[in-house]
């Protein structure tokens, strides 16, 4: 005689609940707002007074995607959203308007290399292989919008790669790149859930020439591993002249503000072999990742 099989579940699914809830007559007492379940009632969910469920949803969701995906790291890669391929740079300079308008899209032209370093990188990250258990490393992972990070995702798609988008509600358009993998196109409203999912897998960042989000993103990241918040991992800024142009390391280190190790926290790299191979170094045969 067999085994009685235990069920591994006693109380109906979410949904299944949720579908007998559609099928309820209309009566006044089921079409009043207080009647919907909670979890299908998107007026109170979106009460301000529900904000840390929002936070909660918000932390999960793109966890539990990630892990059905099986992805072990990312290489996060920060960078501007108007920096244009070069294909299309000399539009730029084609539209300004008067001589301060010419200099910046002359600024603009100059960085436009970068956009293919970044999509090299995507390129040299998308070819790593799985580990012996399946997961994915060093999976390309970028803020899902234009100019650099479309770079970034675009680079690994060219290898038939998988990569990640965390794009953000933004008052203007904002839309993903189209070359995202649309399962792991993410949408954030909160900019502190998207900055922590950034560097929850992240296991290398680059770091290209950008504006706020970027220095917000990137000073964020100096300053956890400054403090020791997170573990040291390989920080790549790309344009040596752009940073140091903007930001006075060294300055900062004479007004006493940080300390001359803190410098050695990220290294300046200009093409994405010389950022690959700083990658290469810092895991070589470390925590049984190989790059070899």
């Known amino acids: 005689m067999s085994e009685p099989k ?7 699914p979410a ?22 379940l909670a979890f299908q009632d998107m007026d109170f969910l979106l009460r301000e007074d529900l904000r ?21 790291s990312t290489l996060v890669m920060y960078g501007s959203a108007r920096i244009p391929e070069p294909e299309k740079a000399q539009a730029l300079l084609d ?22 370093v ?30 650099i990070m479309e770079a ?21 358009e904002q839309a993903p790149n189209p070359y995202v993998t649309p399962s792991l196109s993410m949408q954030f409203h909160y900019f502190a859930l ?12 680059a770091v290209f020439p950008g504006g706020f989000g970027t220095f917000d993103e990137s000073f964020e990241l100096l300053t956890l591993i400054q403090t020791g918040k997170i573990d040291p991992m390989p920080v790549l800024f790309y344009g040596k002249e752009f940073w140091n142009r903007v930001i006075n390391f060294e300055a900062l280190c004479e007004e006493g503000v940080i300390s001359p190790r803190d410098l050695n926290l990220f290294h ?13 170094d810092f895991y070589r045969n470390r925590d049984g990742v190989k790059l070899d």
């Open 194 to 205: 998207r900055k922590m999912h950034f560097l929850l897998h992240a296991r290398a960042v």
């Open 152 to 172: 970034a995702n675009r680079g690994a798609a060219d290898v038939g790669a998988e990569s990640i988008g965390l794009n953000i509600v933004l008052p203007h």
């Open 6 to 12: 235990v069920p591994s579940r006693v109380f109906r």
């Open 268 to 280: 300046f790299v200009e093409t994405a072999e010389e950022g690959w191979e700083l990658i290469r």
């Open 95 to 116: 539209l300004a308007e008067d001589d301060r308008a010419k200099r910046i899209a002359e600024r603009l032209i100059e960085k436009s290399k970068y956009y293919e």
């Open 52 to 72: 840390p469920v929002r936070f909660q949803l918000e932390l999960l969701k793109p966890q539990l995607i990630m892990d059905e995906a099986n992805i072990g």
């Open 118 to 147: 970044a999509r090299e990188l995507g390129r040299i990250a998308g070819k790593f292989p799985r580990d012996e258990d399946g997961k994915r490393h060093f999976v390309v992972c970028s803020g899902g919008g234009p100019s």
């Open 15 to 36: 949904q299944q609940e949720a579908e007998t809830a559609r099928t309820h007559g209309h009566t006044p007492q089921t079409e009043d707002p207080a009647y919907r």
